[in-house]
């Protein structure tokens, strides 16, 4: 469980630095070929084809953010999966192993008919115990992973919606520079429109309280199944003592 908590921070983390990509459109390099002594014909062709190609790097770049969100999703969809059958498995071979416990117990010479009672009723106990057990368990999990699937698309979206406003500032500034490109001093503006439009996307990731949310999840979720142990320890304690009493009796 703490694996897979810690696979789904590092993921996120890993989405917000994908969308540190989407902020870098249009390289300084680029920018650099946009000078004051061009003619306004080249400045005009040089704004143009940056336009161009800073469109359709950013379409990409959304592209592949949208098909990292949804490996992402699948990814931990079969983390579940992996959980709960190995969850069931592990179930299966411990009630294997009690069961033929009990019939150990069952099968012993001398047993009388009051401790053979005894035993159906530590078997009972046992089951009644582990059932409760299991079912807090499972409801802890599922509790946990509609709560985990709600803060990664919340997450998403965010993310998102914070590209999909950049990727249109950055349009509108490069429209409003082809607009003016006979200014000598349409590259500086271009410039500074797009460090705005960067600022305002870095105002709005929100990696961090969604980092700490799951944190929250997972250990709620830990605090929950330690209690369901912690009472079946418990029960178990106290079937056993039962049992080791009338076992012991004559």
């Known amino acids: 469980m703490k694996t897979i908590s810690k696979r789904l921070l590092s993921g996120i983390s890993t989405g917000a630095l994908m ?60 983390r579940h999966d992996a959980v709960d059958q190995k969850a069931t498995a592990f ?14 117990l069952r099968d012993k010479n001398g047993v009388s008919e009051t401790q053979l009672a005894a035993i159906d009723a530590f078997e009972t106990a046992i089951k009644t115990a582990e059932t409760t057990r299991e079912t807090a368990v499972d409801t802890a999990r599922a509790t946990y992973r509609e709560a985990l699937d709600q803060a990664v698309a919340q997450h998403q979206a965010e993310l998102f919606n ?24 349409v590259a500086a503006t271009l410039r500074s429109s797009i460090k705005t439009a960067r600022e305002a996307f870095g105002a709005t990731r929100k990696a961090e309280p969604t980092k700490s949310s799951i944190k929250q999840l997972a250990e709620t979720r830990r605090t929950a199944v330690q209690a369901a ?16 009493t009338a076992l012991e009796k004559q």
């Open 229 to 244: 142990n912690d009472e079946y320890k418990k029960a178990m304690a106290n079937a056993v003592m039962t049992l080791k």
């Open 19 to 78: 969308l540190v990509m989407m902020v870098a459109p249009t390289s300084a390099l680029s920018m650099n070929r946009i000078t004051t002594d061009q003619s306004s014909s080249v400045r005009c062709e040089r704004i143009q084809t940056l336009a161009e190609a800073s469109e359709a790097k950013l379409a990409e770049r959304l592209s592949a953010m949208q098909l990292d969100f949804q490996k992402r999703l699948t990814n931990i969809g079969s």
């Open 162 to 185: 914070a590209a999909m406003v950049f990727q249109a500032a950055v349009k509108a500034a490069f429209t409003t520079a082809k607009a003016n490109c006979a200014d000598t001093a």
């Open 91 to 104: 179930r299966a071979e411990r009630s294997d192993k009690f069961e033929s416990r009990v019939a150990e």
